[in-house]
């Protein structure tokens, strides 16, 4: 069975705990790699079974291939990113060590699975994942365990440990994959590009809206209830019912931090969950200025999705922002190894670029994504500008659409379509440029299509 949701075990008992007194190394006999804040302790199990590969996962973003030291690098960021959501200081204090333990992949839907184990004084977690992956799961996996450390803090050793609410962590991972500014999760490189090592197209598929996502799915199916999300299904957790379970997770953590003192409740949410048989009590003790019963919750939460599926686009930005996110939706960020043995670096490309060295399921997935962006940001942009964007989305469509067709041949259609990006650059600079200026051209056709 496929099961997104990671296991969540407690490790307790006099044998685990005296291996755990004899060292954190107990958890890992192989080399280990340890992050720069030294929470998180990453080590690789390989076996001699052939690793699992699927044909697709070369260019499919949706998923990672995860190697020790990027593993570290993309703990640190996750933590960061999720600390900020709920209001922690980047250098604030933490109390358990986090153990990552890779091993080789051999399907698609291996269990991740958590351990959270008592250590004298604190406790102390084992994440294990195999190194071929989803990107929601790692995120969600990262996410669970982060926020179980944190609920964990202050609970004693003999004590059981905290149970962490799945829309919570699950609604907090999409959350930060949606919103963060720069990358989260790093992914080993698969090919190279001109002799260089390079990773695929930037994991963080950046928009302008974090919530786009969970707009798109529930214009076409309803949010779950607060009560549906209390208790979600395999079904649900798994991703087979179109998306809406973490739709409705990610918008409901979305407006729970945008109460008043909202980060503040969540972390209050978190230290009272070790001390309730179930988390709604935990829930109810640290909203209790916004709900007192679940039908209060499920009031304000039907009101908000009501809301949210009918708000507007936004205003209108001015000149100035309108080109800064014209120019980061045709931007395409892409991490670059300039060595095997290196970190990536992150840089962006143009369309022209993914034209020339990606292949052609690549530049449908990038220009995919592209033409979302721009579908999303064209109604708020100046309208000059508007409508240089409305001519990047005809481009990218008959693209799109000769692909579909398959009537596409590769050299005429990417030189076309090389020639007419080209012309749009140099449109796109002449009408910023008259922007900054405050004079538009007299025959500037403000409705291209």
Avoid at 327 to 356: G, T
Wanted: glycine share 4%; proline share 6%; with cysteine.
């Amino acid at each position: 069975m496929n099961c997104s949701r990671p296991a969540c075990v407690l490790v307790a008992g006099l044998m685990l705990f005296l291996a755990a007194a004899r060292g954190q190394s107990s958890f890992f006999a192989l080399d280990t790699t340890s992050s720069v804040s030294g929470q998180f302790v990453v080590s690789f199990m390989p076996d001699n079974d052939p690793y699992y590969r699927r044909p697709d996962t070369g260019t499919n973003t949706d998923w990672l291939r995860l190697e020790p030291s990027l593993l570290a690098v993309s703990a640190e960021r996750f933590k960061t990113a999720l600390w900020t959501q709920i209001g922690l200081a980047a250098n604030a204090p933490w109390t358990g060590k986090i153990f990552l333990a890779l091993h080789s992949a051999h399907s698609t839907d291996e269990e991740v699975v958590i351990a959270a184990q008592p250590f004298i004084r604190n406790w102390n977690y084992r994440l294990e994942l195999p190194d071929l992956i989803a990107r929601d799961r790692c995120a969600r996996a990262f996410s669970d365990v982060l926020l179980l450390e944190i609920a964990n803090r202050n609970v004693p050793v003999g004590s059981r440990s905290a149970v962490i609410p799945q829309w919570l962590a699950d609604g907090l991972a999409r959350q930060i994959l949606e919103s963060a500014e720069t990358k989260v999760i790093l992914s080993a490189p698969v090919k190279t590009l001109n002799d260089i090592p390079q990773t695929r197209l930037n994991e963080q598929r950046r928009s302008v809206d974090p919530l786009a996502d969970a707009r798109r799915t529930l214009q076409n199916f309803p949010a779950l209830t607060f009560e549906q999300l209390s208790w979600p299904t395999d079904a649900q957790l798994n991703g087979d019912d179109g998306g809406m379970y973490l739709a409705s997770a990610q918008l409901f953590i979305h407006d729970l931090l945008a109460l008043k003192a909202g980060p503040d409740k969540i972390r209050a949410l978190l230290a009272q969950l070790a001390a309730h048989e179930n988390w709604q009590s935990a829930f109810f003790t640290a909203f209790r200025e916004d709900f007192r019963r679940p039908l209060d919750v499920e009031k304000w939460w039907a009101l908000r999705v009501v809301s949210f599926a009918a708000r507007a686009p936004g205003p209108q930005w001015t000149p100035a922002v309108s080109r800064d996110k014209l120019d980061a939706a045709l931007a395409v960020p892409v991490n670059i190894r300039y060595a095997s043995n290196s970190l990536p670096s992150y840089a962006e490309i143009s369309l022209q670029a993914v034209l020339k060295n990606f292949d052609p399921s690549g530049q449908v997935e990038i220009f995919q994504t592209k033409l979302r962006d721009l579908e999303l940001i064209q109604l708020r942009l100046t309208p000059p500008l508007a409508a240089v964007a409305a001519g990047y989305r005809k481009v990218l469509a008959d693209f799109l659409g000769e692909r579909t067709k398959g009537s596409f041949h590769r050299s005429a259609g990417a030189h076309g379509t090389m020639k007419a990006l080209d012309a749009l650059d140099a449109q796109r600079r002449e009408v910023e440029s008259r922007l900054k200026l405050s004079v538009l051209p007299p025959d500037l056709n403000l409705n291209a299509p």
